[in-house]
């Protein structure tokens, strides 16, 4: 899953560092085919999570791989300034956790 995330990141947004000035059709037939990339690691990820964890909890476990993801992205790759509402953030995304693996 932190794989698939990887390219999902750099499919939706890696294009705006460099590619901004380029057509938007090519920008996402760009993203596209990094996007076919994570689909070849979610969909086995996915279909194996699911023999162990349930549905909301797959999900949340890829929002918490997102941002683990996007952050250092945001801030080493596009430039982006570290905030103090990444962690807010981040904290919110726990509570998402805790209750939906509290009654597991």
Not at 1 to 22: E, R
Not at 76 to 83: E, G, R, S, T, V
Request: with cysteine.
């Amino acid at each position: 899953m932190i794989a698939s995330n990887v390219f999902m990141t750099v499919a939706w947004y890696g294009h705006l560092k460099y590619a901004h000035s380029k057509p938007w059709l090519l920008a996402a037939l760009l993203s596209w085919g990094i996007a076919l990339f994570e689909y070849l690691l979610q969909v086995p990820a996915n279909r194996i999570g699911i023999g162990v964890y349930t549905l909301p909890q797959l999900k949340i476990i890829q929002e918490v791989i997102s941002l683990s993801v996007f952050i250092p992205f945001a801030v080493f790759y596009m430039n982006q300034p570290l905030k103090l509402d990444f962690l807010w953030a981040g904290l919110c995304l726990l509570g998402a956790v805790y209750f939906m693996f509290r009654s597991a």
